[in-house]
């Protein structure tokens, strides 16, 4: 008989989905520059909103965004921008569209010079950080790190980033391994 599964307790119990994203993505370091600036925006819409909200409307997103081109979004222009308000399959929101435009430009500019990925990481030295919170009331919403990084991106241009943000980007990406000691991922992904 098939043992039952004990994973960290913010994913819906029976919502397929969201389970899968917690078993098989969340945590899961990332070092892809461009899959890095895609979670970096989705995250920046989120601001509000639930992750599952946005988990829903990833796909969508994906089409909509252009497959998360950060060449194509630098260039959109006013019409691009309106059609999107005018997209009930995304989050309407003029500042968060705006801001993702801004961000692929930031993006490029420091892709020019550094990969976006080493410079990300470099925050966490490279290696992901292993965490062991036993509750979920231990896990931060922030950290003086994630507070740098969100610094030093809106120094970059980058909008939507603050220190809460950006610490459940890295949690995301697999920056910090924030499942919980109880999970079955912790250990598979590293934790002791």
Same mark, same amino acid.
């Given at each position: ?28 370091? /990332? ?13 920046? %819409? ?21 497959? %998360? +081109?950060? /060449?194509?979004?630098?260039?959109? =222009? ?8 005018? +997209? ?49 009331? +231990? ?12 610094? =030093? ?6 909008? %939507? ?16 391994? +924030?499942?919980?000691?109880?999970? %079955? ?8």
């Amino acid at each position: 008989m098939t043992q039952p599964i004990t994973r960290c307790p913010w994913p819906t119990p029976g919502d397929e989905l969201y389970e899968h994203y917690h078993d098989t993505e969340w945590g899961v370091p /990332e070092y892809d520059d461009q899959a890095l600036f895609e979670k970096l925006i989705l995250d920046g %819409f989120q601001a509000g909103l639930s992750w599952r909200t946005i988990l829903y409307k990833r796909e969508n997103f994906r089409a909509a965004f252009d497959g %998360f +081109d950060p /060449e194509k979004i630098a260039r959109w =222009d006013e019409r691009k921008i309106e059609a999107l308000l005018q +997209d009930a399959g995304i989050i309407r929101s003029r500042l968060k569209i705006e801001g993702a435009r801004k961000n692929a430009k930031s993006w490029l500019a420091i892709m020019e010079q550094e990969s976006f990925s080493e410079w990300l990481w470099s925050y966490w030295g490279g290696t992901p950080l292993q965490n062991n919170f036993e509750r979920m009331e +231990d896990v931060p919403a922030k950290t003086p790190i994630s507070e740098q990084m969100a610094k =030093d991106l809106k120094k970059r241009g980058f909008t %939507f980033c603050g220190p809460v943000i950006v610490y459940a980007f890295a949690q995301a990406v697999g920056m910090v391994n +924030d499942h919980l000691t109880t999970c %079955f991922r912790h250990k598979e992904l590293g934790g002791g």
